[in-house]
Structure formats: structure tokens, C-alpha cells
């Protein structure tokens, strides 16, 4: 799972990337075109749980990674800014499989904004106006070409190209009146149809308002406000400081703890951003226990055993006989599998099995 941390030049991205990888890469940049990645393991306090009960050799959490990049040049007429990011940048940009846009709030006369003034919402928009004009233009490309070459082929063929014009040209009017494509409504097979083009206004997206430490109390009101107006699909808003934040994470954990305590900071933001991305790529986590390793495996939800299996190994997937699965509660309540099996809470399901989040799973196989 890669998520991309966008925004505007100086909003904070790289503080942001500093905050969440417990990294301290250069900061105040404002403008530098370096990229920075870095792998970010997933908190999941039901590990550390079922690791007293199974002494494993080792933990292995699930994770999350991040990549920090440059803000795109702002588009001009016939230059769409985004896409004249280093190859590079951009090829991780659309891989990205979602978005952490962060949004300048932080006021500071040290620091003008470039822009004149603070104003979320504008930078919000200005942004979501580039990556639109981004996609437009991959959408237009390729209807130059199926209104070309895709009139030729096999019958098959133009009416494959027939079908994926038509879908183009909804999203295209979408796009030119400034509308996202997660907000257009894609049924399942429209969705797998587009997946190549990797749009970017695709992209589910956490929009994460940087504020500064002294407006923390006023951070809910804040992010109401603009939850209220940013009114699409797969989108969630947060906030938080990512100065104030990046500086805790540097100290050791009970100097930051008595530092946190008198910011009134009572949640680590890197939990929360975390489990926000999670929520907002729609992932579940199952947990695999035993006396090699105790470890969690991010999975679409609506996963089903089958696809839990191909998660942990293809040949899993391949030789599925069952699961055989005790929700984590139970396991951890009663102490041990052989317990959970008596007590008739260690369950063997089949392929279509969906899996829930917290299923502690053990797959039957033959080879
Ligand atoms: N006063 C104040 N300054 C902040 C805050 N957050 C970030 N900054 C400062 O803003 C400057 C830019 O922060 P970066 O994290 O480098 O921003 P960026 O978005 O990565 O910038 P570019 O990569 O250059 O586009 C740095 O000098 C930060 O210290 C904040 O909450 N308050
Ligand atoms: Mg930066």
C-alpha cells in the first residue's frame, strides 16, 4: 500500500513525511525537487497481544508506505503542471493508491504564503484543479486515439473501443466542469476497465489540514468547516500540526509525552493518520499466529479466504481446502487455539468466506 503526499509548494508535505516516518529529512525546501520514501509500520497493539500467547521468533506488522514528493508547477495554457513532474515523480504519483494532500493552515509572518494570504480552501481547490487538468488530458489523449485508430479491428475490437469511449467521454464532462472521477458513480467493471489509466482524481484522498501549534483547539471547528464543503466520495479531512508533531517525534517517547501533555495533544497523529488511511482505502486486517511469526496482512474488505490465502502465498490460494478462522477476542479470551476449538469458536470456513477484520486465520492447503 503506497500513499502519495501531496500539495501546494511549502505546506508542509515534507514536515508531514518527517511526522509520520519518525524521519528528518530537510524541511523548508519550498520548492526542492527531491523525493523521499519511507515505509511506515502499521500500529496494531493486538500483535504484541498474541505474541504472549504464541512466543513467535518474530512480529511482522503490516504496512504503509509514503512518498513524499514536490509540488507540481502550476499548469499555464497548453502545460498541464502535474505532468511535467520528473518521470520519476509522476510514475509514483499514479501508482499511488491514494492521496494524503496536505493543506496549508499554518499562518506565520516569518513564512508568507507565496499567494498573499492563508486560505485552505483556495489551496484545497488549486491543487484538486491541477491533478483535474491532469486527468483531462490523459482522457483526452486517449479519445484522440479511439476516435482514430480504434474505428479499425475486429468487430470485437471497435466495440470494446466503442464501449471505453463512452465512459471516457461521461468522465471527461465530469473532469471539465471540475469534477473528480471518484465522485462519478463508476459501477465495478467500469472501475477495473480504468484501472490502467491510474487516474489521479481516482485516487480515494485524506485531506490533512496543517495548522499551526496555537490553533490546535480550533482545529475541529476548522475541519468541519471544510468537511462540510469538500463533499465527495472517498474523502475524509483531518488536521493536525505537523511542526509541533514532527519536533515531538524527535524527542525520546517520555520527554514528548510530558511535551504532548502540555499542547494538550492526547492521540499520537501518527495512529490516527494511519488508521484514517486504512478506513479510507477500505482495508481489513487479518492476523496469522504461530510459532515462526505473529503477523497482520492488510486486505481489501470483502476479501474472501481465497484472497486471503493468494495475500499470504499464490500456492495458498492455489491448494485452498479451508480456513480455519477464530475471531481475536475469542482467541485472546481463551488463551489458546486448542481452547477456542473446544469451545467451538475456531471455525472452518470455505472459499467464499469473507473475512473481517481481526480474523486470526490458518489455511489448509494441499501442494
Ligand atoms: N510556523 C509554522 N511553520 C511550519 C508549519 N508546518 C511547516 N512549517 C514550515 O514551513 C516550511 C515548509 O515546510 P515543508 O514541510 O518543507 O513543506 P513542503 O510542502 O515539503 O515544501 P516543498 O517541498 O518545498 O513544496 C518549513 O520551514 C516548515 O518548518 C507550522 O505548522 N507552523
Ligand atoms: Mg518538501
Redesign the pocket.
Known amino acids: 500500500m503506497q500513499i502519495a503526499i501531496v500539495?501546494?509548494?511549502?505546506?508542509?508535505?515534507?514536515?508531514?513525511f518527517n511526522t509520520l516516518t519518525r524521519g528528518d529529512v530537510q524541511?523548508?525546501?519550498?520548492?526542492?525537487m527531491e523525493l523521499h520514501v519511507g515505509v511506515v509500520k502499521v500500529p496494531d497493539p493486538r500483535l504484541d497481544r498474541l505474541a504472549e500467547i504464541f512466543h513467535p521468533r518474530k512480529i511482522v506488522h503490516a504496512d504503509v508506505t509514503y512518498v513524499?514528493l514536490?509540488?507540481p508547477p502550476p499548469s499555464s495554457e497548453g502545460h498541464v503542471g502535474a505532468e511535467e513532474l520528473p518521470a520519476e515523480h509522476l510514475a509514483r504519483l499514479r501508482d499511488a493508491d491514494a492521496l494524503l494532500h496536505?493543506v496549508r493552515a499554518?499562518d506565520?509572518p516569518?513564512?508568507p504564503h507565496p499567494a498573499g494570504s492563508v486560505d485552505a480552501w483556495r489551496d484545497l481547490e488549486q491543487l484538486d484543479l491541477e491533478f483535474t487538468l491532469a486527468d483531462l488530458a490523459v482522457v483526452d489523449r486517449r479519445l484522440e486515439r479511439l476516435h482514430g485508430t480504434g474505428r479499425h479491428g475486429t468487430p470485437a475490437e471497435r466495440e470494446a473501443n466503442e464501449r471505453e469511449a463512452a465512459i471516457l467521454e461521461r468522465l471527461r464532462g465530469g473532469l471539465a466542469d471540475g469534477r473528480p472521477i471518484r465522485d462519478a458513480g463508476l459501477d465495478p467493471d467500469e472501475e477495473k476497465a480504468l484501472r490502467g489509466f491510474r487516474f489521479l482524481t481516482q485516487k480515494p484522498v485524506l485531506v490533512l489540514l496543517?495548522?499551526?501549534?496555537g490553533e490546535l483547539p480550533r482545529a475541529a471547528e476548522l475541519v468541519a468547516a471544510v468537511a462540510g464543503r469538500y463533499d465527495h466520495r472517498h474523502a475524509l479531512v483531518d488536521a493536525l500540526?505537523?511542526?509541533?508533531e514532527m519536533e515531538l517525534g524527535q524527542l525520546e517517547p517520555e520527554e514528548a509525552a510530558v511535551f504532548a501533555t502540555e499542547l494538550g495533544i492526547t492521540e499520537s497523529s501518527l495512529d490516527r493518520v494511519i488508521a484514517l488511511s486504512y478506513r479510507l482505502l477500505g482495508l481489513v486486517s487479518f492476523l496469522t499466529a504461530g510459532p515462526d511469526e505473529v503477523r497482520a496482512w492488510p486486505v481489501p474488505d470483502g476479501a474472501t479466504a481465497v484472497d486471503a490465502a493468494a495475500a499470504i502465498h499464490t500456492d495458498l490460494a492455489k491448494g485452498f481446502i479451508r480456513a480455519e478462522t477464530v475471531p481475536y477476542e475469542d482467541l485472546v479470551a481463551l488463551g489458546s487455539t486448542a481452547e477456542a476449538r473446544k469451545h467451538g469458536k475456531l471455525r472452518s470456513e470455505g472459499r467464499t468466506y469473507r473475512v473481517r477484520d481481526g480474523d486470526v486465520i490458518e489455511v489448509l492447503f494441499s501442494r
Request: proline letters at 3%.
Open positions: 500539495g501546494l509548494a511549502g505546506a508542509g508535505k515534507t514536515t508531514v524541511t523548508g525546501g519550498f520548492g526542492g513524499d514536490p509540488a496536505v499554518w506565520d516569518h513564512h496543517n495548522v499551526g501549534e500540526s505537523a511542526r509541533i
